[in-house]
């Protein structure tokens, strides 16, 4: 009897150990040979480590980035890390234009594709700048190694184009940031923690915004915030213009409303303002300062009469602050002025408006491209 305890006593002391530890060595073994091929085939380096603690790991440039492919462990469980760093930052060689839908942003991260051969999880830094890969177990598939490397490649590339697109590209990446698994979504749910992260870089870059009074040269309304909701719980706060939502192209400065009939122009910039006339749109948009230098009392009671029934909160709760600049050489009626000043904070007659201070009066009048 106290023979076979012995014996019982060896084998769970000496021998199952010793199997384990030999079950471990061959696994990393075979996992240093696969590691070893993926690093030859793309000219990385392999730095070696005591097999019981895993330190082996591949290293080096691939395509331009640092790649780094490692086991961790975290909770007990054994990982396959493969991460993508960019050594520093630079504007996109291109860009993306207009309102990008699912599929360009999907395009743009993964064009080779939606990774649906991957059971792990991606994620992203602040920034892009690096981007990782993290599976259970250990990866020892070559042609495995490499669809993720390329992929983490291509998230490289793709994220500053759509995080340059700044509000533009919020509704698709809000459609993946919000996607779980299932039919109809197969393989978009993958990019949703990229998603989410590119949301968090627009929003953070887009705050500067805030206090700017910024203009849309697009819409002609100011940028405000847009709250985009992730969960019932989280949500990301960016600026962009408050119809379209676009963030990327703005005027800073002062905005005048001007009523001008001298002339047919319709957007005249100089330096900091901005000068659009009324008289050749007929609608609304944001402004801070009105000036009438040229017209008659008709057109200025139908300006008033349609400033007076706006309903944008934004722009009726200004009025009333703004002034009202009008020239001397513009002969209105005592009822048109009244009407103004019901309107409008200050009304006050002019010998200089922004017209001559700024010498467009001089200057043929050119419709501003681009803001």
Same mark, same amino acid.
């Given at each position: 009897?106290?023979?076979?305890?012995?014996? *019982?006593?060896?084998?769970?002391?000496?021998?199952?150990?010793?199997? *384990? !530890?030999?079950?471990?060595?061959?696994?990393?073994?075979?996992?240093?040979? @696969?590691?070893?091929?993926?690093?030859?085939?793309?000219?990385?380096?392999?730095?070696?480590?005591?097999?019981?603690?895993?330190?082996?790991?591949?290293?080096?440039?691939?395509?331009?980035?640092?790649?780094?492919? &490692?086991?961790?462990?975290?909770?007990?469980?054994?990982?396959?890390?493969?991460?993508?760093?960019?050594?520093? !930052?630079?504007?996109?060689?291109?860009?993306?234009?207009?309102?990008?839908?699912?599929?360009? *942003?999907?395009?743009?991260?993964?064009?080779?594709?939606?990774?649906?051969?991957?059971?792990?999880?991606?994620?992203?830094?602040?920034?892009?700048?690096?981007?990782?890969?993290? &599976?259970?177990?250990?990866?020892?598939?070559?042609?495995?190694?490499?669809?993720?490397?390329?992929?983490?490649?291509?998230?490289?590339?793709?994220?500053?184009?759509?995080?340059?697109?700044?509000? &533009?590209?919020?509704?698709?990446?809000?459609? %993946?940031?919000?996607?779980?698994?299932?039919?109809?979504?197969?393989?978009?749910?993958?990019?949703?923690?990229?998603? %989410?992260?590119?949301?968090?870089?627009? @929003?953070?870059?887009?705050?500067?915004?805030?206090? &700017?009074?910024?203009?849309?040269?697009?819409?002609?309304?100011?940028?405000?915030?847009?709250?985009?909701?992730?969960?019932?719980?989280?949500?990301?706060?960016?600026?962009?213009?408050?119809?379209?939502?676009? !963030?990327?192209?703005?005027?800073?400065?002062?905005?005048?409303?001007?009523?001008?009939?001298?002339?047919?122009?319709?957007?005249?910039?100089?330096?900091?303002?901005?000068?659009?006339?009324?008289?050749?749109?007929?609608?609304?948009?944001?402004?801070?300062?009105?000036? %009438?230098?040229?017209?008659?009392?008709?057109? *200025?009671?139908?300006?008033?009469?349609?400033?007076?029934?706006?309903?944008?909160?934004?722009?009726?709760?200004?009025?009333?602050?703004?002034?009202?600049?009008?020239?001397?050489?513009?002969?209105?009626?005592?009822?048109?002025?009244?009407?103004?000043?019901?309107?409008?904070?200050?009304?006050?007659?002019?010998?200089?408006?922004?017209?001559?201070?700024?010498?467009?009066?001089?200057?043929?009048?050119?419709?501003?491209?681009?803001?």
């Amino acid at each position: 009897m106290e023979c076979i305890f012995f014996i *019982v006593w060896i084998i769970m002391i000496i021998i199952i150990p010793l199997l *384990v !530890s030999c079950l471990i060595y061959l696994f990393e073994e075979n996992r240093k040979r @696969a590691w070893t091929a993926f690093a030859t085939a793309n000219n990385l380096s392999v730095e070696s480590g005591d097999f019981f603690t895993g330190g082996l790991h591949v290293s080096g440039d691939y395509r331009g980035y640092r790649l780094k492919l &490692e086991k961790c462990k975290e909770n007990k469980t054994t990982f396959t890390r493969v991460t993508l760093t960019r050594r520093q !930052s630079r504007r996109p060689d291109k860009e993306l234009r207009g309102n990008l839908t699912t599929q360009d *942003v999907i395009n743009t991260l993964a064009p080779s594709g939606l990774p649906l051969v991957i059971s792990g999880k991606l994620k992203a830094t602040a920034s892009g700048r690096e981007i990782s890969y993290r &599976e259970a177990g250990i990866i020892r598939d070559l042609s495995a190694l490499q669809y993720i490397s390329n992929l983490l490649s291509d998230m490289v590339d793709g994220y500053p184009l759509i995080w340059a697109a700044g509000g &533009e590209a919020v509704p698709a990446l809000q459609t %993946i940031a919000t996607s779980y698994n299932g039919p109809q979504k197969v393989g978009v749910w993958k990019l949703r923690e990229i998603a %989410i992260r590119l949301l968090e870089d627009i @929003a953070r870059t887009t705050m500067a915004h805030q206090a &700017e009074g910024l203009l849309c040269p697009i819409c002609l309304v100011r940028f405000s915030p847009h709250q985009v909701r992730l969960s019932w719980l989280r949500s990301v706060t960016y600026y962009g213009c408050r119809q379209c939502g676009q !963030s990327r192209k703005f005027f800073k400065g002062t905005v005048v409303a001007a009523l001008d009939s001298r002339t047919g122009w319709a957007i005249t910039k100089h330096e900091d303002t901005l000068r659009i006339n009324w008289l050749a749109r007929r609608t609304l948009f944001d402004f801070n300062v009105v000036e %009438i230098i040229q017209a008659n009392d008709e057109q *200025v009671e139908r300006f008033a009469v349609q400033v007076g029934n706006d309903t944008d909160p934004y722009r009726k709760s200004r009025y009333k602050r703004m002034p009202c600049f009008i020239s001397y050489e513009c002969r209105l009626s005592e009822n048109s002025l009244r009407v103004l000043a019901s309107v409008f904070g200050r009304v006050e007659r002019v010998h200089e408006t922004t017209d001559e201070r700024c010498g467009f009066a001089k200057e043929s009048q050119r419709p501003v491209a681009a803001c």
